[in-house]
């Protein structure tokens, strides 16, 4: 694998927005992975899926970043279960649920990303996440071990794994018996309805914007709503019309932009109704107090 220089992350994001990475690199299998891995000698650095739930920083990011694919792009249906790469996307894995009549996929409908990128992030709805299909996960440690994870391991939460950020998801095995096929087409395209219709994607955006805080306050678009930032614009970001907890990009939107929302919806959150809104996507590349303003850890 080489590395190339000074790649726009922005090219590599579903928002469109974010800076350079000093050093970017494709490795194609687990071997190139690792050597990638052993070139930094310990050093630090950064793997993006598919840019579904990442705000990457005006100025871009300092460490390499890995983006997989080749031989970690496969997804194979098994006798009760799915095995899937890392690098492949989540529609593909849904996709294939959807065709061989297997049960337990419907609540990743339309929900972009890769593989490794909804492991990291548990991707799913409120009541149901990746990790609940997980009968095993492999992960590169930055020693280049290759460690397999049963779902015990993860400590999965709500949008959380308690797996280090240094390890790197390349595949998984998830739970996936054999249905009534005409009942998981109905499941599927009814889910399918009901999130389209519910969110936005008629134009860029990396998912919700806020975690919810908890029953006791409601969901997080509803905070952004009753804090009159519904439509709030700052540049070519704004807070969508239609739903209130994505901040979608207009054109030419920058990171200043979309940090600019975050600070005014928490700041306002915080002081209306005594509610710290916690970020649900990635933030990279920005300033530790940048972060602090808007609560990311």
Sequence with gaps: MRWKRD????????????????????????????????????????????GANV???????????????????????????????????????????????RVGFSFLEAVPGTVGGGLRMNAGSREVWLWHRVQWVEAMTPEGEVV?????????GYRSVAIPESWVFVGGRFDAPEGDGTAIQEEHQTFRARKVGDQVYELPSIGSTWKNPGPQHGSAWEIVDRVGMRGARRGDAQIAQYHTNFIVNLGKARAEDVLALM???????????????????????FELAQLEQVGAK
Excluded: K, N, Q
């Design 148 to 156: 397999r994870l049963d779902p015990e391991d993860a400590g999965a």
């Design 7 to 50: 790649v726009p992350l922005a090219l590599h994001a579903r928002y469109g927005i974010g800076g350079p990475a000093a050093r970017f690199g494709t490795p194609c299998s687990i071997v190139e992975l690792r050597g990638a891995i052993e070139s930094l000698s310990g050093g630090p650095y950064r793997v993006l899926g598919a």
């Design 55 to 101: 705000l990457v920083s005006d100025d871009g990011v300092v460490e390499p970043v890995f983006v997989l694919g080749g031989e970690l792009d496969f997804v194979h249906a098994h006798a009760d279960a799915i095995e899937a790469g890392a690098a492949a996307r989540l529609p593909a894995l849904v996709g294939m649920a959807r065709r061989e009549s």
């Design 263 to 285: 600070i005014e919806t928490r700041r306002r959150a915080h002081e209306t109704l005594g509610v710290w809104l916690e970020p649900e996507i990635c933030m990279w590349g």
